[in-house]
């Protein structure tokens, strides 16, 4: 099946410390979301992308929509305790109804 | 409230023995849908559902089967568990239409263990 591959697989970094992960796909996609999972919790959607090209912002998060449609890119600034946690791509294959999820990026913020 | 409710939250069972989850929105949601996590690999679609008798497989769906008599429910079946299928099960569901993606709404999860 379709695999999205995320990078890193998992962060430790100190409070206040900015955070970059991306997502890679060999397909293409028309949508890309990034979720995030609490322990414990289902995942939570953070920021929905819907162009190639596409920058959207949603607080200290930023996400981008990669110009191939092949990957994705989230940005954390200014990381606080409270961002620890799974951070997970996701999207529709360009071709259906069928939903894929990344890997995921484990976070784990140093106070 | 609105959300998407799971039950049971933990199961422990055994090889063999036949066993359901159920899931439930109230959200008057078309899709559903059905995902395993595992350490490493993310969530997996096992099946979704787009609406009141339509169902497909999803990126996993061996060992599983699901019903969708009623928009609200959608049950998962594990006919005959096997340990490979120990996991963390979440059911979701989202609105379609609307001309962009809607957000998938999550379920607590369930844990199960299959000895």
């Known amino acids: 099946g379709q695999q999205l591959n995320q990078s890193p697989q998992s962060m430790f970094i100190q409070e206040g410390e900015d955070v970059s992960m991306n997502c890679t796909s060999s397909?293409?996609?028309?949508?890309w979301l990034w979720y995030k999972q609490d322990p414990g919790e289902g995942p939570v959607l953070l920021i929905a992308?819907?162009?190639?090209?596409e920058l959207t912002s949603n607080g200290r998060l930023t996400a981008q929509f990669g110009i191939t449609r092949k990957d994705s890119f989230l940005n954390i600034s200014a990381s606080i305790p409270s961002d620890v946690g799974i951070y997970f791509c996701a999207g529709p294959l360009n071709t259906g109804n069928q939903f894929y999820f990344g890997t995921g990026t484990s976070l784990t913020v140093i106070p | 409230e609105a959300q998407v409710t799971q039950n049971p939250r933990y199961l422990i069972t055994v090889t063999g023995k036949k066993l359901t989850v159920t899931c439930s929105q109230n959200?008057?949601?078309?899709?559903m849908s059905w995902y395993r996590q595992d350490p490493g690999l993310g969530l997996r679609q096992i099946y979704y559902?787009?609406?009141?008798?339509?169902?497909d497989k999803g990126d996993v769906p061996e060992g599983y089967k699901v019903s969708r008599k009623e928009k609200r429910n959608f049950p998962l079946i594990l006919e005959s568990p096997s340990p490979n299928q120990t996991s963390l099960y979440f059911c979701?569901?989202?609105?379609?239409?609307?001309?962009?993606?809607?957000?998938?709404?999550f379920g607590p999860g369930t844990r199960l263990t299959v000895l």
């Open positions: 559902s787009m609406n009141v008798e339509v169902t």
């Open positions: 959200m008057n949601h078309e899709y």
């Open positions: 979701a569901s989202t609105p379609l239409g609307g001309g962009t993606y809607n957000e998938q709404f």
């Open positions: 397909s293409i996609f028309n949508t």
């Open positions: 992308l819907y162009k190639a090209g």
